[in-house]
């Protein structure tokens, strides 16, 4: 999320949360998101870093025609090439202001050199560098953009349990202890909450498989015994 | 924000935003945000780096008694340092609990070796390793937490002014160039919205002092001209 506007509370950031539902219907393992300022040094050093550690990269804004808008400029000097003119871009917007387009909106059609267009959006489709998926931050058109490459990233959704627990955290830990020691390749999570009232610990169970995280469930049941709470529905 | 269950879309991710509205508030400048999985490596790695680029860090996350609580060990190796009981929080755990205390609660005493207890909470301060500032995820706590060593960071708020335009943003670039280049002491940001009928696009004006923000905006509204939307209210 490339934003001076998020990280100073001028605009509550929707695109984040977006892509976590988006991500998460999809099957894709989310590892990191970061929100940093519009600043060509910051964008590139991230954009260069996550590029390597991760399969596929999105960002969020900088990519309209104003003096803040850097993102194309900065990934483009972090990998070292030159931003230029995408031809099938340039027609959209000519063809959409003719005559009247401002000078400045040329830049709306700058990609660093070596992008593909993706998705399938037949007007305007979305810039990819690498593996970074360059989105608008404006919230209407970064859901638009993102719904016009999801079919993309499609993969096979983890398979979910939870457990309703009314004992606090430090009497289940040892119990969690041996199913985490005995189902290591599925993901436990233990989260407290102070203020619900029919419970006091969520555990979640995650596991590739639906066979895998009912096992793992069925034996945390059983050690947790009575402890553990049905909530009705 | 340390929590595979912000990535995981589990949980909304309540603290962020909170911390955004609360550091504008006193005047702080954020400069990053990141999201990060309950992993020993990334949270060290993360602490180290955003340790010493910042002035203050803030962290959100992973302080509880269970096996994916690693945030107090993960800092502690990060900075080659052992985590060890801080006496006066084991005090305040044993006089909550007493004899019933479940062993595995001692962790909630952790703290990374040479770590104070800051702020003004009487009963369970904030610790603080370095300028790491280690707060719990659940969203209640935190901001309990960090309403108690707010005052620590409060500092000279930045004035604001906005202008609202008719105009697409790459009419406006130019003219936002030429205030760019006369007031280099201000920063300014173009949004454009695409849903609002009453303008185009907010520009905001933020400076140290109130004379330099509306020298600039005065400036900026001569240079736009009848481009300005005058917003009732």
Redesign the interface.
């Known amino acids: 999320m490339i934003g ?10 929707e695109n ?2 977006f892509l ?2 988006e ?2 219907a999809l099957g894709v393992d ?9 600043d060509r040094a ?1 964008i590139g050093a991230t954009v260069v870093d996550f590029s390597r550690r991760f399969d596929h990269v999105f960002t969020s804004g900088g990519v ?6 850097v993102t194309m400029e900065a990934i483009a000097a972090a990998f070292a090439v030159p931003v230029e003119v995408e031809p099938r871009l340039e027609k959209v917007l000519r063809d959409h202001w003719g005559q009247a ?5 040329i ?2 059609a700058h990609v660093p050199r070596g992008s593909e267009l993706v998705g399938d959006d037949p007007i305007w489709p979305v810039v990819r560098f690498r593996n970074i998926h360059i989105l608008p931050g ?1 919230p ?2 970064f859901r638009r953009k993102f719904a016009s490459i999801r079919e993309l990233f499609r993969d096979r959704p983890v398979t979910e349990r939870r457990i309703y627990c009314r004992a ?7 119990r ?2 041996v199913a ?1 020691a005995e189902f290591p390749a599925c ?9 619900e009232t029919a419970y006091r610990v969520m555990i ?1 169970i ?1 596991a590739a498989d639906a066979a895998l995280a009912d096992a793992c469930a069925t034996r945390l049941r059983a050690l947790l015994g009575d402890l553990v709470v049905d909530l009705p529905g």
Request: hydrophobic share 40%.
């Open positions: 001076d506007e998020i990280l100073a509370g001028k605009f509550a950031d984040a949360p976590v539902g991500l998460r989310l590892r990191r998101i970061a929100v940093i300022p519009d910051e309209g025609p104003t003096h803040d808008d387009m401002a000078p400045a909106n830049r709306l404006v209407t058109l606090e955290e430090g009497t289940l830990a040892p969690l202890e985490v993901k436990l999570g233990s989260y407290p909450r102070f203020e979640t995650e």
